[in-house]
């Protein structure tokens, strides 16, 4: 496994470099004696936000990935009104937590400050239809919204983490042509889309989204963190391998795809997969072969399992998986989406598979590094939602506060918190 070529996670050792005080701490633990798993995120980030830049130590493996929150009374306060498992440990207790870990496949990392969050969305999409804003919701996260204006205007760079709601950036409107070209929303949103790339001085959506792709990677590339889930993983990457190039069939953009396209892709601006094949049928609920959902395009390819495993990390020397990890179960019940996860002969090798179908190989949550930043795709659309359909109704999150999916989501919420010492490349 290869660590971060641009940063390493500061690392709070046992061996006397502790945060030290004589007061008592507020130990939240991660494992199944915790009542709500998710909320405990949002517990952390409050934490780090206060005005009182109250820190927090999160305990890698140690009991599910627990945290260690300073002024413990005072954050009591506060677990105790969020529903949230903790108790007061004292200096004692704290140095013994710190010999177990300094003695374990564990590790303490200092939590430094809590992350400005933007969730990318459009401006007519409900929270309820995307997993991370209903986790982001329900912890009591702050985020704000942006959309592809913002983007292009150039305003990522004022956020420390960007998740991308399941958007298609080919500009195939999702490739529901097929089942809903003659509903009202559809129409609407090619309407839209439209006007908004002629709007800003693009020939087409494609174009238009192709754009915002490339900012997106920018965004990256200079240091920022990126997670997204469903089509929004393999899209992007589509997006800019095939950026200038015309891969939409003329029964949805009205033009005809370029003779030889499969053969003019680039590679070497995507950040994730690489050699795929495009699928340009229009009536194909798919983008490509990097996807292994169930459908007749993949029948016999699509993995059997119904759950995935996450792979266990070296705590004290591959922290960055680590953190991404933590859990209170290793295996985790799948569910499907537009993207639902990713044969590992398309993926990049430098990408670190997190989580896979053992046998299968089939990666589900994936990690990399793109320039100074990093990036993390997590396969599928709700995960306590199996078959997720279009117009379904939410997930009430108060009835899965220990999700195990979920908390793969909310790790990748507090990774940048995590403090840093930057390093020359």
């Given amino acids: 496994m290869q660590p971060s070529r641009t940063f390493t996670i500061l690392l709070i050792f046992s061996c006397g470099l502790c945060l030290g005080g004589t007061a008592e701490q507020l130990l939240v633990p991660m494992d199944e004696s915790q009542a709500n798993h998710l909320r405990a995120y949002g517990l952390a980030y409050w934490a780090l936000q206060s005005p009182r830049h109250i820190q927090v130590e999160w305990l890698l493996n140690y009991r599910g990935g627990s945290f260690l929150i300073r002024n413990g009374e005072l954050a009591q306060e506060r677990a105790v009104r969020m529903g949230i498992t903790s108790t007061l440990a004292s200096p004692a207790e704290v140095d013994q937590i710190h010999s177990t870990i300094a003695q374990e496949n564990m590790e303490v990392v200092l939590l430094e400050k809590a992350p400005k969050v933007a969730v990318y969305t459009p401006p007519d999409k409900e929270p309820w239809d995307d997993a991370v804003t209903l986790a982001l919701t329900y912890a009591e996260i702050p985020y704000e919204t942006l959309w592809d204006d913002e983007v292009l205007a150039g305003r990522l760079p004022e956020y420390d983490w960007l998740h991308l709601h399941h958007e298609d950036f080919t500009g195939q409107y999702g490739k529901f042509y097929r089942n809903f070209r003659t509903r009202p929303w559809y129409q609407t949103q090619v309407r839209l889309y439209n006007e908004a790339a002629q709007r800003s001085g693009f020939p087409s959506v494609a174009a238009y989204k192709a754009a915002v792709s490339a900012r997106i990677c920018e965004y990256i590339a200079e240091g920022g963190f990126l997670f997204a889930m469903c089509a929004a993983t393999d899209t992007l990457d589509i997006a800019r391998a095939a950026d200038g190039l015309d891969i939409i069939p003329p029964e949805i953009d009205g033009t005809p795809i370029q003779p030889g396209v499969q053969d003019k892709l680039v590679f070497s601006k995507t950040l994730a997969f690489r050699d795929f094949q495009l699928v340009t049928d229009p009536m194909a609920y798919e983008f490509s072969d990097i996807d292994t959902s ?119 919420i507090l990774f940048p918190a995590a403090k840093r010492k930057e390093q020359k490349t």
Avoid: C, W
């Fill in 294 to 412: 169930p459908s007749p395009l993949t029948k016999g390819a699509y993995y059997k399992a119904s759950q995935f495993e996450l792979f266990e990390f070296s705590a004290k020397f591959d922290p960055v998986p680590t953190m991404l990890n933590q859990n209170h179960v290793h295996r985790i019940n799948d569910f499907l989406g537009q993207t639902t996860s990713f044969r590992r002969s398309k993926l990049k090798p430098q990408i670190i598979v997190l989580g896979e179908f053992p046998g299968q190989n089939v990666a589900k949550y994936i990690h990399g590094v793109f320039g100074q930043g990093t990036f993390t795709f997590l396969g599928g659309h709700d995960p306590e939602d199996r078959e997720h359909h279009v117009g379904e109704q939410p997930t009430d999150l108060a009835q899965f506060p220990n999700s195990p999916g979920y908390r793969l989501i909310l790790n990748n």
